[in-house]
């Protein structure tokens, strides 16, 4: 006789968000999400560092958190305190550097030592998905702010704050992606982040910082990160090996004052980071990071051009977009009336998967009209016939091209 099976229905917490759905495998022309290009994953260095640090530090792995206490794996850290003054003007100390399995996690705790429900954050307009719908699972008002090709508007900024301020609200934090920001693949110039730490002082406001993508720049200017202009602990910073390395590695890291930071230290209850994989990536980035970033950027590149020449080809002028300067997304914009999340059923159908543009946006009805490829994971012959495929379904289901 079968046992009666235990139901869990009436066991589960209040306000769960519905549940997952069972993976199905990636479609076959995949443009969704922040994948990497499998092609640049250095297989044979990697494996190269695996072994070095086991043979030297291996015997570590016996204690929790490598012998390095909870910030994480001391080289990882002095490889980044490192890299961030060299490349991004940053300059931080050992102990200001947290290293999370990925940078949502680090966006997690620092959400979690600022947040409370009804509290406000300001944000970009069109922004990263996951930013937003953690806010919004926070009960936490978001007041998107446009961009235009220079990335967040610093006038609409301005009025923001100052009408927040006459209604007696002070936001949390000033959420922003400067450099290739996801998904517009705009990059701020300096002008705006002095103007954006301006404000943030003047308004006493917090600038959280996400610099998840700032390792792909290929073309023109390569302005320094936000924080490197503050001297006055205004700008908490977070980045990842993610959009550098691999997304399945789980690396991210923030940077951020004692205060915050042992705020942080005090909630992040995961008995610590990976040290398996800190130690390989940091032994791979002090002896490859340029040569690394050199050929992916050049390999994103290429994707990119591809890209572009199929929307081109297929979509003709029925669409706009602005070619980012590095990065993995292009952000691209349909004519007033098509809705792309209605369209997203009709592409899956034919293996097509796109990010509809609702979903990355604070207001969802600011960006129906639009949608975002990630062109890194497809090969050039998928991209190829994945936007010839895209263009057929959408002309059946919306008259366009
Ligand atoms: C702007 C931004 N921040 C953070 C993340 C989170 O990345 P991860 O947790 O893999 O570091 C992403 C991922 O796509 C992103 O686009």
Same mark, same amino acid.
């Given at each position: 006789m079968s046992e009666a099976s235990l139901d869990y229905a009436n066991l589960f917490a209040k306000d769960l968000p519905a549940g997952a759905g069972r993976w199905g495998g990636f479609p076959k022309y995949n443009f969704v999400g922040g994948h990497n290009n499998p092609d640049e994953i250095p297989v044979d260095a990697l494996a190269e560092s695996a072994v070095r640090v086991l043979q030297q530090e291996g015997r570590g792995l016996a204690t929790y958190n490598m012998n390095s206490g909870p910030l994480g794996y001391s080289g990882l850290r002095e490889f980044l305190v490192e890299k961030m003054a060299h490349y991004r003007g940053i300059q931080a100390?050992?102990?200001?550097?947290?290293?999370?399995?990925g940078s949502n996690p680090a966006i997690n705790l620092l959400n979690q030592v600022l947040l409370e429900p009804g509290d406000t954050v300001i944000i970009e307009l069109f922004t990263y998905q996951g930013a937003a719908n953690r806010l919004r699972s926070l009960k936490v008002n978001l007041v998107g702010i446009p961009l235009d090709e220079g990335g967040m508007r610093m006038d609409a900024l301005a009025e923001s704050l100052e009408n927040l301020r006459q209604q007696g609200v002070r936001p949390k934090y000033i959420y922003?992606?400067?450099?290739?920001?996801?998904?517009?693949?705009?990059?701020?110039?300096?002008?705006?982040?002095?103007?954006?730490?301006?404000?943030?002082?003047?308004?006493?406001?917090?600038?959280? #910082?996400?610099?998840?993508?700032?390792?792909?720049?290929?073309?023109?200017?390569?302005?320094?990160?936000?924080?490197?202009?503050?001297?006055?602990?205004?700008?908490?910073?977070?980045?990842?090996?993610s959009k550098s390395l691999s997304p399945s590695l789980r690396l991210?890291?923030?940077?951020?004052?004692?205060?915050?930071?042992?705020?942080?230290?005090?909630?992040?209850?995961?008995?610590?980071?990976?040290?398996?994989?800190?130690?390989?990536?940091?032994?791979?980035?002090?002896?490859?990071?340029?040569?690394?970033?050199?050929?992916?950027?050049?390999?994103?590149?290429?994707?990119?051009?591809?890209?572009?020449?199929?929307?081109?080809?297929?979509?003709?002028?029925?669409? #706009?977009?602005?070619?980012?300067?590095?990065?993995?997304?292009?952000?691209?914009?349909?004519?007033?009336?098509?809705?792309?999340?209605?369209?997203?059923?009709?592409?899956?159908?034919?293996?097509?998967?796109?990010?509809p543009g609702c979903e990355w946006a604070a207001d969802p009805e600011a960006a129906t009209n639009y949608l975002r490829?990630?062109?890194?994971?497809?090969?050039?012959?998928?991209i190829e016939e994945g936007i010839a495929k895209l263009a057929q379904v959408f002309h059946q289901e919306a008259g366009v091209p």
């Open positions: 100390s050992t102990d200001e550097v947290l290293i999370t399995p922003t992606i400067p450099t290739l920001q996801n998904p517009t693949g705009t990059v701020m110039g300096m002008e705006r982040r002095h103007e954006m730490l301006r404000l943030s002082r003047e308004y006493g406001v917090p600038i959280f #910082e996400d610099e998840c993508y700032s390792d792909l720049i290929w073309d023109g200017e390569w302005p320094p990160a936000i924080r490197s202009l503050d001297t006055s602990n205004h700008v908490i910073h977070v980045g990842s090996f991210g890291y923030i940077v951020a004052p004692w205060e915050v930071m042992s705020r942080m230290l005090a909630c992040k209850n995961d008995s610590g980071t990976g040290a398996l994989e800190q130690m390989v990536v940091a032994d791979f980035f002090q002896n490859h990071y340029e040569d690394h970033m050199d050929t992916l950027k050049a390999s994103l590149r290429h994707k990119l051009e591809v890209l572009v020449a199929a929307l081109n080809q297929h979509f003709g002028n029925a669409i #706009e977009f602005s070619v980012p300067p590095g990065g993995i997304f292009l952000w691209v914009k349909f004519p007033e009336g098509v809705d792309t999340k209605k369209l997203e059923a009709a592409a899956l159908r034919e293996g097509i998967a796109y990010n490829l990630c062109f890194a994971l497809p090969s050039d012959d998928l």
